[in-house]
C-alpha cells in the first residue's frame, strides 16, 4: 500500500489529530498503558529562529507569504495519565535534517515547558516531563532505532539502586526516548516494530521521498488505522501539496541556514586575517619603536662619548694653558 512519509510534521500532525493513534504511539514508546490524553501542536514560526541578520529576515517574510502556515515548526505535548494514576507531560520533537540551530530550540523549548504549570481539574500542576525525539538523521554513535534514556537513583554510600521515586527529583530530571528513523530496519516483530515500521526510510515511490509502499499486513489496530492514513494523505492530491509545501520550505530554509552560515564563516575568516594584518602591524610598529629606541640609545652614547672627548679636550687646553703660564714665569 502507498503510504506518506510520516517524517514530515503536516503529516505527523494528521496522525496526532487522533487521539487513539497519539494514545498508541505514546503508549508503545513508552511502554506504559496510558488511560487518558490530551494533545495538541506548539506552532513555531522559522522567523523567530532566524532574525540574525537583515537579509535572512527579508527572505523568511517573503517565505511565509508564499508558503502560507508552513514555514513553521511543530512540536506536540501531550499530558497523559498512566494506569498507576500519574501525571506526565510528554513532549514530541521531529527533526528531518541535522541542523546546528535545532539543538540550541530543542533546549530552549524544554527548558520553557519546564517553566509551565499544567491544568490538571481544578488545579494548576508541575508535571514530570518526557521527551520523545524522532530523527530523520543517524547518530553516529549509535546503531539502534530507538532508545531509552533512563534514569536510576543510586545510593553513593551502600552502592546500590533505590526502587523508590520521589517526586521532587521526579520534577526535575526527565527520561527521553530517541527514534532514528534512518536506522529502522525490515524487523517486524514486537508492537514497537510495527509501529516503527510506518516511519520506515525505504522503498520510496519517488525521489521526493514523499510517499513509499508499505509492504506488511498490519495485525494491530491501530497500526491499520495509522496506514489507512498515511495512504490517503499520500495519494490525495491536496494533501500531497502540502506535504509539498512543507518540503519545499524546508529545501529553502535549509538554504537559506547553509548562506548563512557560509557568510558567517567567511566573515570569521576575514576577521581573522584582519587580526593577523593588525597583529603583523603592530609587530612592525614595535619593531620600528625598539629600532628607534635603539638610535635614540646609540645617538645618547654617542653624544655621552662626544661630551667626553671635549671634557678631555677642555682639559687639555687648561693644562697647556697652565703650562705656558709657569714658562712664562720663569722668563
Given at each position: 500500500?502507498?503510504?506518506?512519509?510520516?517524517?514530515?510534521?503536516?503529516v505527523?500532525?494528521?496522525?496526532?489529530?487522533?487521539?487513539?493513534?497519539?494514545k498508541?504511539?505514546?503508549?508503545?514508546?513508552?511502554?506504559?498503558?496510558?488511560?487518558?490524553?490530551?494533545?495538541?501542536?506548539?506552532?513555531?514560526?522559522?522567523?523567530?529562529?532566524?532574525?540574525?541578520?537583515?537579509?535572512?529576515?527579508?527572505?523568511?517574510?517573503?517565505?511565509?507569504?508564499?508558503?502560507?502556515?508552513?514555514?513553521?515548526?511543530?512540536?506536540?505535548?501531550?499530558?497523559?495519565?498512566?494506569?498507576?494514576?500519574?501525571?506526565?507531560?510528554?513532549?514530541?520533537?521531529?527533526?528531518?535534517?541535522?541542523?546546528?540551530?535545532?539543538?540550541?530550540?530543542?533546549?530552549?523549548?524544554?527548558a520553557?515547558?519546564?517553566?509551565?504549570?499544567?491544568?490538571?481539574?481544578?488545579?494548576?500542576?508541575?508535571?514530570p516531563?518526557?521527551?520523545?525525539?524522532?530523527?530523520?538523521?543517524?547518530?553516529?554513535?549509535?546503531?539502534?532505532?530507538?532508545?531509552?534514556?533512563?534514569?536510576?537513583y543510586?545510593?553513593?554510600?551502600?552502592?546500590?539502586?533505590?526502587?523508590?521515586?520521589?517526586?521532587?527529583?521526579?520534577?526535575?530530571?526527565?527520561?527521553?526516548?530517541?527514534?532514528?528513523?534512518?536506522?529502522?530496519?525490515?524487523?517486524?516483530?514486537?508492537?514497537?516494530?510495527?509501529?516503527?515500521?510506518?516511519?520506515?526510510?525505504?522503498?520510496?515511490?519517488?525521489?521526493?521521498?514523499?510517499?513509499?509502499?508499505?509492504?506488511?499486513?498490519?495485525?494491530?489496530?491501530?497500526?491499520?488505522?495509522?496506514?489507512?492514513?498515511?495512504?490517503?494523505?499520500?495519494?490525495?492530491?491536496?494533501?500531497?501539496?502540502?506535504?509539498?509545501?512543507?518540503?519545499?520550505?524546508?529545501?529553502?530554509?535549509?538554504?537559506?541556514?547553509?548562506?548563512y552560515?557560509?557568510?558567517?564563516?567567511?566573515?570569521?575568516?576575514?576577521?581573522?586575517e584582519?587580526?593577523?594584518?593588525?597583529?603583523?602591524?603592530?609587530?612592525?610598529?614595535?619593531?620600528?619603536?625598539?629600532?628607534?629606541?635603539?638610535?635614540?640609545?646609540?645617538?645618547?652614547d654617542?653624544?655621552?662619548?662626544?661630551?667626553?672627548?671635549?671634557?678631555?679636550?677642555?682639559?687639555?687646553?687648561?693644562?697647556?694653558?697652565?703650562l705656558?703660564?709657569?714658562?712664562?714665569?720663569?722668563?
Amino acid at each position: 500500500m502507498i503510504i506518506a512519509n510520516p517524517i514530515y510534521d503536516v503529516v505527523f500532525k494528521k496522525l496526532m489529530e487522533n487521539k487513539k493513534i497519539a494514545k498508541f504511539f505514546i503508549s508503545t514508546l513508552l511502554d506504559e498503558e496510558i488511560i487518558s490524553l490530551e494533545i495538541k501542536p506548539q506552532e513555531y514560526t522559522y522567523k523567530g529562529e532566524l532574525e540574525t541578520e537583515e537579509g535572512i529576515k527579508a527572505v523568511t517574510e517573503r517565505l511565509r507569504e508564499r508558503f502560507s502556515i508552513w514555514v513553521y515548526r511543530l512540536d506536540f505535548v501531550a499530558t497523559i495519565k498512566t494506569e498507576n494514576g500519574e501525571y506526565k507531560k510528554v513532549l514530541i520533537e521531529i527533526q528531518k535534517a541535522k541542523n546546528p540551530i535545532d539543538l540550541m530550540r530543542f533546549r530552549n523549548y524544554l527548558a520553557e515547558q519546564y517553566k509551565k504549570q499544567d491544568q490538571i481539574g481544578y488545579e494548576k500542576q508541575v508535571l514530570p516531563i518526557t521527551t520523545i525525539y524522532i530523527l530523520g538523521f543517524k547518530l553516529p554513535e549509535i546503531e539502534s532505532p530507538c532508545i531509552k534514556v533512563a534514569r536510576n537513583y543510586i545510593d553513593l554510600i551502600h552502592q546500590k539502586t533505590i526502587s523508590e521515586k520521589s517526586e521532587f527529583v521526579e520534577k526535575l530530571t526527565h527520561d527521553s526516548f530517541v527514534v532514528q528513523v534512518e536506522r529502522i530496519t525490515e524487523r517486524y516483530q514486537t508492537r514497537l516494530d510495527k509501529l516503527l515500521s510506518l516511519f520506515e526510510q525505504r522503498n520510496f515511490t519517488d525521489d521526493k521521498e514523499i510517499t513509499k509502499d508499505y509492504p506488511y499486513s498490519p495485525d494491530i489496530e491501530e497500526v491499520r488505522e495509522i496506514m489507512e492514513i498515511l495512504h490517503y494523505v499520500g495519494t490525495e492530491p491536496s494533501e500531497r501539496k502540502e506535504i509539498e509545501k512543507e518540503q519545499e520550505a524546508r529545501r529553502t530554509i535549509d538554504a537559506l541556514l547553509e548562506n548563512y552560515r557560509k557568510r558567517i564563516t567567511e566573515q570569521q575568516k576575514a576577521l581573522i586575517e584582519k587580526d593577523k594584518a593588525l597583529n603583523e602591524q603592530q609587530k612592525a610598529l614595535e619593531d620600528k619603536e625598539k629600532s628607534l629606541d635603539e638610535q635614540q640609545k646609540a645617538l645618547a652614547d654617542k653624544n655621552k662619548a662626544l661630551d667626553e672627548q671635549q671634557k678631555a679636550i677642555s682639559e687639555k687646553d687648561r693644562l697647556i694653558e697652565e703650562l705656558m703660564r709657569k714658562l712664562k714665569d720663569q722668563e
